[in-house]
T-cell receptor
Framework: AQSVSQHNHHVILSEAASLELGCNYS??????LFWYVQYPGQHLQLLLK??????LVKGIKGFEAEFIKSKFSFNLRKPSVQWSDTAEYFC?????????????FGTGTRLTVIP | SQTIHQWPATLVQPVGSPLSLECTVE??????LYWYRQAAGRGLQLLFY??????ISSEVPQNLSASRPQDRQFILSSKKLLLSDSGFYLC??????????FGAGTRLSVL
């Protein structure tokens, strides 16, 4: 069965530290990859997505993610975090031919940024 | 702009009671609609999705059902709640392969 793993359940960083949240999936075919974010008190929202092309994807608020097919990974990065990045981050994967009914989510990583 | 409304925000229900959670979408037509559940310490699990009025697909066998009486309305129901139905329920919508918008969620506690 397809699965998505986010090994870090809670990450605590100081402001200006660099961030990398891991995401690995277990499906050998063509996939679409997503990161969603939920800020405190707000709805879950799409942060960035990868369908094809350049494996380094830029998202909102300075986030980026790199698709490494050989490692089945789609890690989320930010060079310098801010207090406002405190949120819960979810990785999601769906397999071609796609369709959101095939969208599988990880368990989420809670990021706490200390001012 | 598109918005999604989901209510209630929290709900405490006794075992065996019925359930009705409602979700409505504004600012779009013929969206794909979804119900997800997040149990404690687990990822989001797709329960139901709908590509149109009256069209419901279920992803996992369960004690719940869904209906889509109108284009922008999606309802999650149960005739008799179980303890295991407790969790955080999210409604979402999208137009293609990705989900763009989630509702605020309903935290359901079955006691």
């Amino acid at each position: 069965a397809q699965s998505v793993s986010q090994h870090n359940h809670h990450v605590i960083l100081s402001e200006a530290a660099s961030l990398e949240l891991g995401c690995n999936y277990s499906y050998g075919g063509t996939v679409n990859l997503f990161w969603y974010v939920q800020y405190p008190g707000q709805h879950l929202q799409l942060l960035l997505k990868y369908f094809s092309g350049d494996p380094l994807v830029k998202g909102i608020k300075g986030f980026e993610a790199e698709f490494i097919k050989s490692k089945f990974s789609f890690n989320l990065r930010k060079p310098s975090v801010q207090w406002s990045d405190t949120a819960e981050y979810f990785c999601a994967v769906n397999k071609e031919p796609g369709g959101a009914n095939n969208l599988f989510f990880g368990t989420g990583t809670r990021l706490t940024v200390i001012p | 702009s598109q918005t999604i409304h989901q209510w209630p925000a929290t709900l405490v229900q006794p075992v065996g009671s019925p359930l009705s959670l409602e979700c409505t979408v504004e600012g779009t037509s013929n969206p794909n609609l979804y119900w997800y559940r997040q149990a404690a310490g687990r990822g989001l699990q797709l329960l139901f999705y709908s590509v149109g009025i009256g069209q419901i697909s279920s992803e996992v066998p369960q004690n719940l059902s869904a209906s889509r009486p109108q284009d922008r309305q999606f309802i999650l129901s149960s005739k008799k709640l179980l303890l295991s139905d407790s969790g955080f329920y999210l409604c979402a919508w999208g137009l293609s392969v990705d989900i763009q918008y989630f509702g605020a969620g309903t935290r359901l506690s079955v006691l």
